[in-house]
């Protein structure tokens, strides 16, 4: 398939010079040419939102002066066609692999990526301070914030509308915010502001009818239909939307697939001056029929696909996630306490919430994406008794931190958070890691942290948090474990306490063949168990980092040369750390090696590489523990002694 148009684009400055009517076939081009490399990636990527934006992409590239002007793109899983239009067309098949370039916008890597996104419902604040920015320093520049129905549901978004839309010093930004509705997040969207939306479109450019908006739609076909409009609707009060109660001129809803549409109502909202505020209707999947008929389903693809035939689930019964381990225990537990209350930030696929949501629809919550709200919402549940749930990827718990610290830990409540995709995600790369919450979690007083080895401990530490008392994390990474048998049987883990899962025959004090103790948190504990075997170390499966067994870990350093702790978080402040502060309280000086997540962002990639980059793979483990404490060529000299 060749795209006889998108191959002379290299720069949005190409495109501007396209005649105005090649800009529908351009657009063709652009989404099949998404549609074709995507399914022909083998780590897939986001797919509904990218073929929903193609129109509006070229639309805002070939009206808005960009770089100069700034687009800032909200959670920017939507652009794939914004980077194919701004120089990365050949690379568009690398995308999310090792080495790629990254799904998200990334400033390191486009002058045309002027924000950073990932995590949702930044891009208003960020515009508004380019807004601002040009002001203070008397640029002419504009900036515009596309974001998502889902993402407009977040805080942070309505934070940024009801400080960009009054003047700051007598300074008014001209920052233009898109609303991308298509009604859809990741799953069918939730909460008053979906409703409110869908009141906008069924009024059907009722704001076309309002003076501020009418200017903006002059020569547009919308124009001519709002004027009858208008005169249909004389005389009926026509009420001012939320966005314009926040100082925006609110334009639409317009069609996010029409150019004649887009184009010259872009054209006038760019040459006006102030917030404006423009409401474009899109479908999640444009372009797409599958995807159009199921944009839930086709979010995300999940590696290479047939076009013709769509995402189909592998043959071979895979092994189950940690997300399945935790749907399923979910609905297990929901089952014996009728106290539980599942909680989800907009993210019920991704947290394997599906089927809980289907058999006990009264006690699942999706709040959006709103995480301060969903913890918090938690802790009122358990002042009342019940027992919440709060189901969040490790990264997006990060947004809700005080609420962690000040409504739930501070008052001691028993809220249980099931901290999926913990550690390296792989292919969303650094917006999306999970490598913090061991070290920001155990240092708040009453919370517990636990870090379940495999499918089976997961299981058990999950209803080991459930029956807690207070606050507690179980984490676990995203994708499969070791494959070990899941006991359906659920019994508690002896708390704050570790096992030995292989015992050395080293003998201790020995010149050059020290006797190491590996203690593992959560799934690396196997990789340790590889290397161990190499090494004749022991190794223990610690399970908890908070309250940590702290008696294992004095007897291990007491009878061992050495010391190794492991963990897929960051080393600072993680669960090397807590092992540290217990053997320095204890007056210990046995030698600690501590492996981990270096101090750095680490950037996307397949997880084995990654891993392996961090010598968190069983030969790294390995070398690292003869760099550091000698070893395997003593061990095999004593042998030969012996
Ligand atoms: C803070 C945060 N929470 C959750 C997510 C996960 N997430 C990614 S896209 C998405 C839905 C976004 O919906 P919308 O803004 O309407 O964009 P669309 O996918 O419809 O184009 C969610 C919840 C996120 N990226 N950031
Ligand atoms: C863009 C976004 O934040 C989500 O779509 C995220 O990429 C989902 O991650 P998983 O694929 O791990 O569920
Ligand atoms: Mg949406």
Redesign the pocket.
């Known amino acids: 398939m060749n795209y006889p148009l998108l191959r002379g684009i290299d720069s949005p400055a190409d495109l501007r010079r396209l005649p105005r009517a090649d800009l529908v076939k351009l657009a063709g081009e652009l989404r099949a040419y998404v549609l074709d490399t995507l399914s022909n990636s083998k780590v897939g990527g986001?797919l509904g939102s990218n073929l929903g934006t193609v129109e509006l992409t070229v639309a805002l590239h070939y009206v808005f002066n960009t770089p100069h002007d700034r687009l800032v793109w909200d959670?920017g899983?939507q652009t794939y066609p914004h980077k194919v239009l701004t120089g990365r067309r050949d690379q568009l098949g690398t995308i999310r692999h090792l080495g790629g370039i990254s799904g998200f916008p990334r400033r390191d890597e486009s002058e045309y990526d002027t924000f950073g996104t990932?995590h949702s419902s930044t891009s208003i604040s960020a515009a508004h301070g380019m807004a601002m920015a040009a002001k203070i320093k008397g640029e002419d520049r504009k900036a515009v914030a596309i974001i998502g129905d889902g993402a407009m549901t977040a805080g942070m978004a309505f934070e940024a509308l009801n400080n960009a839309g009054v003047p700051h010093g007598g300074l008014m930004g001209d920052l233009l915010v898109i609303l991308n509705d298509n009604d859809m997040s990741?799953s069918p969207p939730v909460g008053a502001l979906n409703k409110y939306l869908a009141r906008l479109m069924s009024g059907s450019f009722y704001s076309a009818a309002r003076e501020g908006a009418k200017s903006v739609l002059k020569n547009t076909p919308l124009y001519e239909f709002a004027r009858r409009f208008e005169e249909h609707t004389k005389g009926m009060v026509v009420p001012g939307t939320i966005f314009e109660e926040f100082g925006f001129n609110y334009v639409g809803p317009i069609d996010g697939h029409d150019l004649d549409a887009l184009i010259p109502t872009l054209e006038n909202l760019r040459d006006k001056k102030g917030p404006q505020f423009l409401h474009v209707v899109t479908k999640k999947g444009q372009g797409y029929k599958l995807a159009e008929a199921d944009p839930v389903k086709y979010?995300?693809a999940p590696g290479k696909f047939d076009p013709a035939v769509g995402f189909v689930k592998s043959a071979a019964p895979a092994k189950p996630t940690f997300t399945q381990i935790f749907g399923d225990w979910l609905c297990d537990m929901a089952e014996q306490d009728t106290r539980l209350v599942g909680i989800t930030p907009a993210m019920r696929e991704?947290s394997g919430m599906v089927e809980f949501h289907k058999r006990f629809p009264s006690r699942y919550q999706d709040v959006g994406i709103a995480e301060q709200h969903a913890v918090t919402v938690a802790a009122g549940l358990a002042c009342e008794g019940l027992k919440p749930v709060v189901a969040i990827y490790s990264t997006f718990l990060q947004r809700a931190y005080d609420q962690l610290i000040h409504d739930v830990a501070l008052q001691d409540l028993p809220v249980l958070f099931a901290l999926d995709?913990a550690g390296l995600?792989g292919a969303?790369g650094a917006t999306?890691a999970g490598n913090y919450d061991i070290a920001f979690t155990r240092c708040v007083p009453k919370m517990a942290v636990l870090t379940p080895a495999d499918e089976n401990e997961c299981r058990q530490a999950l209803f080991t948090g459930f029956q807690h008392q207070g606050p507690v994390t179980v984490r676990y990474p995203?994708g499969a474990g070791a494959g070990v048998e899941v006991q359906k049987q659920m019994q508690a883990l002896p708390w704050g306490k570790g096992e030995i899962r292989r015992e050395s025959g080293q003998p201790q004090g020995r010149a050059g063949s020290p006797r190491i103790a590996i203690l593992a948190f959560g799934t690396l504990l196997y990789p340790a168990l590889a290397a161990a075997e190499q090494l004749d170390a022991t190794v223990a499966n610690m399970r908890f980092v908070k309250p940590l067994d702290q008696e294992l870990v004095l007897e291990l350093a007491r009878s061992h040369d050495g010391l190794v702790t492991i963990e897929d978080g960051c080393l600072m402040g993680g669960a090397g750390s807590a092992v540290l502060e217990c053997l320095q309280a204890a007056g210990l000086q046995t030698p600690v090696l501590t492996l981990g997540l270096p101090d750095e962002f680490i950037e996307h990639g397949d997880v084995p590489s990654l891993m392996s980059q961090c010598g968190l793979d069983a030969a790294g483990i390995e070398q690292s523990i003869l760099k550091r404490f000698g070893g395997r060529p003593a061990l095999l000299r004593s042998a030969a002694n012996e």
């Open positions: 986001h959670v899983h990932g990741i979010h995300a991704g995709r995600v969303d999306h995203r």
